[in-house]
Structures are given as C-alpha cells and as structure tokens.
C-alpha cells in the first residue's frame, strides 16, 4: 500500500436534466479555447489582424475532430468490428466516450487550417509556427479527460504520485491499486514544451514552419516514453506499441525538416495585417504586392501631379528669369547713359551712388527689356 497516491474521480459525467455533461469533452473544448486564445495574441504580436486565427479555428476544429476519432478507430479497429468487439460498429462515432489519436488530429486539422490559409492568402508555416506552443498547451488540458475517465494509464507503480484506478479497468491488475498516472505526465510534458517554443522563438527567430517542427519533435519525443508506460491495449511491432513506431517516424521527419529548412528565409504573407496607426494596415489584404508597393495605375495617377509640378516650375522659373533680365537690363542702360553725360552728369552719378537710390518705377524697369532687347 503506497503512502500517498492522486484519487480518480468517482463520475465523469454530470446530467444537466436530460443533458449529460461528460468531463472528457469539457477538456476537449477548454483545450481548444485556450489555444484560440493564445493564438491570436501570439498572431496580433507578429502582426496578423485580429480574429484570423479565430476564424482559421472554424476549419481546424471539426478537421480534427474526424481525423483524432479516424485515426483511433483505424488504429484500434478491434474495440468495434468483429464478434468479438466489446462496442457496437455505432459506438466508433461517440467521441464523447473517449478514444481520439493526436496524430490524426493534427493530420486532418492541419488540411483543414491549409484550406482555410490557401482561402485568405495567409502563409501556412506562419500559421503553424504561432499555433505550435498553443496546440501543446490544449494537449495538456486535454489530457485531463483521460483522467476523469480513469483511461490510458500506465503500469503498476508504489510512486506516492500513482493514480488510483477502480479495479476491473481495461489494464488493471488484481490486486493492485495504484497506476503510473500518464495523462499526468504528458501534460506537464507540454507544458514544459509549451514553455520552451515560446523562449526559443523569441531568441533564435524561428520561422517558415520551424518552431512548429521543433513542437513535433519535442511532443514525440516525450510521447515516445509515455506511451512505453502505458498497459491498454494496442498493437505492437518488434516489441513496441504502433504510437512508438509512429513517434520514431514522425520525430525523424521533424527534424529532417527542421534542419532543410534553416536557411529559408523571405516574406510569409499574414493576410489582411493588423492595422498599425500609419493608414497602411487593417485595410490592405492584396496579395498582388506589398504595402509599400504601388500598382501601375496608382503610380501614374501620382505622376500626373508631378508633370504639373514642372509646368509650374517652368513658369515660375521663366517670370524669375524675365524680372531678373529686365532689372539688369534697366541697370546697364542707366550706367550707359550716365558714363555718356559731361562731367556734371557724372557726379550727379557719384552723389546719386553715395546715397541710397530711389527704386525705379516698376513701370520702367519692364520697359527696359523691350527698349534695349533681351538681356544679356
């Protein structure tokens, strides 16, 4: 008898009247919630527009739905075909009763965001990247239906943390009473992988579909342990469960990509952008080029304005250089004629050059072009 362990839950489903509430889908859909939640902060900090990853969530959610239940009715086919099934065939389309696979899940879910990206003109990768540590934090609430149902836990165990399991459970041993509480690991698996994305993207940058490989390798890294502690029923291959092998893979391909990918770079469209103050956000949602990046049209209606411009500098520039040319003029004829007088005439022009002059009419200085021809 173990010093300490963690009770299960005596009910998992609560009637609301006729409705019954079970604890497995209210952890399913806290799961989703939160991770809607962290997701359009973590998009509105890269810059998206606020309530695209909500409305990405739209396709996500039922894709995964299908693909978690398609993947655990695939995979463990036996619970419900054949004479020997313990459910009836119907019962493959209760989700609430528990039995949904991770990667068929985030298989199908994943089709159902691309369709939803390739529908706004928004990058996938971006898209998986921000989703990365939002999607380990719903697994770990999700993880928690496992425990109201008292299902998926692992062996025997004498741990003050092991999980107490009624007897008869599919996996229980006679005799024993306390398990290896693996929904309890897994999640505090994601969270502390949760945690890890968040820092390595803000120090290393990690884009164009990365982070969300290193969120794979990560989860099926621990996953592959867990599922080793696990005592359901499951198919094994050279000694070890079908979702080993299937981690092995999935972890090889992670970071295969992960390490193709590390010199990638370039722009990742994010759609209609959040709006920046500057008038240049909110409204823009045209794929054909970049904010900064006029079209054709729109560049020749500016240069319409400029053409004007140079008229009018033109014209300006030609009235400069007439008052210009006239005073000149009308200076050089007045030096001529005083330098022609008698002597009288010329200190008449020293007095006048002593003093200040008095400004010629404005008459008289543009007569002075027409008189004496155009300035030199």
């Known amino acids: 008898m173990p010093l300490a362990s963690i009770p299960s839950p005596s009910q998992g489903v609560w009637n609301l009247g006729p409705l019954p509430i079970r604890a497995y889908a209210l952890c399913i859909v806290l799961g989703v919630i939160v991770a809607v939640w962290i997701g359009e902060r973590r998009w509105r900090a890269r810059g998206g527009a606020p309530g695209a990853i909500t409305d990405l969530a739209v396709w996500a959610v039922p894709f995964g739905l299908v693909g978690g239940r398609l993947y655990h009715v695939i995979t463990d086919w036996q619970l419900y075909f054949g ?13 609430w009763k528990g039995g949904l696979g991770i990667w068929g899940a985030i298989a199908l879910g994943g089709l159902g965001v691309w369709i939803a990206c390739r ?62 509480p693996t929904f309890l690991y897994e999640s505090l698996w994601d969270l502390a992988l949760a945690g890890l994305l968040v820092l390595a993207g803000r120090r290393f940058a990690l884009r164009h579909g990365r982070l969300f490989a290193l969120y794979v390798a990560g989860y099926t890294l621990g996953r592959f342990w867990i599922e080793g502690l696990r005592v359901d029923p499951a198919h094994h291959i050279l000694g070890l469960r079908l979702n080993q092998w299937t981690s092995v893979v999935i972890f090889v391909l ?14 990742e469209p994010l759609g209609a952008v959040a709006d920046t103050g500057d008038g240049q956000g909110g409204d823009h949602a045209d794929p054909a080029h970049p904010q900064d990046q006029a079209d054709p049209a729109e560049a020749g209606a500016k240069e319409e304005p400029d053409a004007a411009d140079g008229d009018s500098g033109t014209e300006s ?39 200040p002059a008095d400004p010629a009419p404005s008459g008289e200085a543009y007569a002075a072009p027409e008189q004496g021809g155009s300035p030199r």
């Open 254 to 267: 992670a970071i295969a990509y992960f390490w193709l990918t590390r010199n990638k770079t370039g722009d």
């Open 83 to 95: 004479s020997e099934a313990p459910n009836r065939p119907i019962d493959a389309l209760f989700i």
């Open 119 to 180: 529908r706004r003109g928004i990058a996938f990768s971006a898209v998986a990247d921000t989703l990365a540590p939002a999607i380990a934090v719903a697994q770990a609430i999700g993880r928690w239906g496992n425990y109201f149902n008292q299902e998926l836990f692992g062996g025997p165990t004498t741990l003050p943390w092991g999980l107490e399991i009624d007897p008869g459970r599919p996996g229980t041993v006679p005799g024993v009473e306390t398990y290896h």
């Open 317 to 355: 520039g030609t009235e400069s250089g007439t008052e210009s040319g006239s005073v000149s003029g009308t200076e050089s004829g007045t030096e001529s004629g005083t330098g022609s007088g008698g002597g009288s005439g010329g200190a008449a022009a020293e007095g006048a050059g002593s003093g």
